[in-house]
C-alpha cells in the first residue's frame, strides 16, 4: 500500500504517493486518514514521515488516503510555511470531507495553562468535531493531555523530571487495538508532564498498557467515535530519542533551558552512557553553545524499538476503521 495524496498538485515524493486517479479508480473503497500536526518547524517533516511510513506498513492491501492538516493559528517561518502550503489543508476543509481515521499531534507546551495556548480554541473545536465526525480519532503526547482536559478536566500532572526513554509496557486489557501485541512492549516515552491513572479511570477512561516506571502508555474511551490515546510514543523510530536528547543539550549549552537533561532510560549502551556523564561534567563547568559540535557518537541498546509495536497497533486500528463504527463499539464490549 501507499498512501494517496488528495491535493492537485505535483507529489514531491513518488515512491509514497500513487497517481489520484488509482484512487478514484478504486471507488470506495479505501479509508480517508487525516493528520492535523502542530509539530514546531524543526520536527514537521521528520514527524510528517514517520506516520507516512507507519501507514504503510500497516495498511496492507487496504488503500488508504492521507491527508495533511495544519492549525492556522501556528507561527512559522519562511520554510516550513512553504511546505505547509504546499502539502497541507487548513482544518476548515475537514468539514467537507469524509474523514474515517484522524491522527493529531503536537508540540510540547509553552504555556503554563492548555487553555492558554495560542491554538487552544482551534483544537477544542477539532476535539469536538472529531467525537462525530470520525470512526476512530489517535491523539498523540502531548495533545493527549490537552484532549482529557477538555473532556473531562482531568489536569495534567508536572513531573519532577523529564520521562525519557524506553520503558516496558504490558498490556493490562484485552481490547481490539492491542491484539495480536505480546503481554509486553517497548515504547518510547518522552514528556514533561502525565495524566494519571486513577484520574481517567474515575471519568471512564479503559486503560490498554501502562508501565510500572512511566505511568499509563495507551488509554481509550467510546464516543460517537473511538478516541485512542497516547501518552507515550509508540511511532518514534530507534534514533528519535537521540534526536531530543542532543537538541535538550543544545538548548542547555544555549542558555535556553535551565537544568542539563537526564539520559534517557535503557536506551544508550553503557559504554556510550559513561561518554555522555564525562560529556555532561564538561558542559555545566564550561557551558558554552560552541559544545554541541563536541558532541560523541552514540551508540543504542540493541533491542531499542523502531516502530514494530507501532505498525501493530496501527494495523489494528486501520481494521477497525474498515469495520466501521456499530463493529467498534460491540468489540470494546
Not at 112 to 131: H, I, M, N, S, Y
Not at 135 to 147: D, E, F, G, K, Y
Request: aromatic share 8%.
Amino acid at each position: 500500500m501507499a498512501p494517496l495524496f488528495d491535493r492537485q498538485r505535483k507529489i514531491p515524493s513518488p515512491s509514497l504517493a500513487l497517481a489520484e486517479s488509482e484512487f478514484e479508480r478504486a471507488g470506495d473503497a479505501g479509508l480517508t486518514i487525516a493528520l492535523v500536526s502542530n509539530m514546531p518547524d524543526s520536527a514537521l517533516k521528520a514527524t510528517e514521515r514517520q506516520f507516512m511510513r507507519l501507514l504503510q506498513n500497516a495498511a496492507g492491501k487496504t488503500r488508504v488516503r492521507f491527508r495533511c492538516f495544519a492549525l492556522p493559528s501556528a507561527v512559522r517561518s519562511r520554510p516550513a510555511k512553504d511546505h505547509i502550503d504546499w502539502e497541507y489543508s487548513n482544518v476548515a476543509e475537514l468539514n467537507r470531507l469524509q474523514i474515517d481515521g484522524l491522527i493529531v499531534i503536537g508540540a510540547e507546551p509553552v504555556a503554563p495553562d492548555p487553555p492558554k495556548e495560542r491554538d487552544w480554541r482551534e483544537f477544542t473545536g477539532l476535539v469536538d468535531w472529531a467525537k462525530t465526525n470520525t470512526r476512530s480519532s489517535i491523539w498523540s503526547c502531548p495533545v493527549t493531555h490537552a484532549a482529557v482536559l477538555h473532556l473531562d478536566g482531568i489536569e495534567r500532572q508536572r513531573l519532577q523530571q523529564k520521562c525519557s526513554g524506553v520503558y516496558d509496557c504490558a498490556r493490562v486489557a484485552d481490547d481490539p487495538l492491542t491484539g495480536d501485541l505480546p503481554s509486553s512492549i517497548r515504547i518510547s516515552h518522552s514528556r514533561l508532564d502525565e495524566v494519571r491513572e486513577k484520574d481517567l479511570a474515575a471519568r471512564g477512561y479503559r486503560i490498554l498498557t501502562r508501565s510500572q516506571e512511566a505511568g499509563v502508555d495507551i488509554f481509550a474511551r467510546d464516543y460517537d467515535s473511538r478516541f485512542v490515546f497516547f501518552q507515550g510514543h509508540p511511532e518514534y523510530d530507534a534514533l528519535s530519542l537521540q534526536r531530543e536528547y542532543m537538541r535538550d543539550i543544545a538548548r542547555y549549552l544555549a542558555g535556553e533551558r535551565d537544568h542539563y537533561p537526564a539520559i534517557p532510560a535503557s536506551y544508550f549502551d553503557a559504554e556510550t552512557e559513561e561518554v555522555l556523564a564525562k560529556f555532561e561534567q564538561r558542559a555545566r563547568a564550561e557551558r558554552k553553545a560552541e559544545l554541541a559540535a563536541g558532541l560523541p557518537g552514540l551508540t543504542l541498546r540493541p533491542g531499542t524499538p523502531a516502530g514494530g509495536a507501532a505498525t501493530t497497533i496501527f494495523q489494528n486500528w486501520i481494521e477497525f476503521l474498515g469495520e466501521g463504527t456499530g463493529a467498534l463499539r460491540d468489540a470494546v464490549r
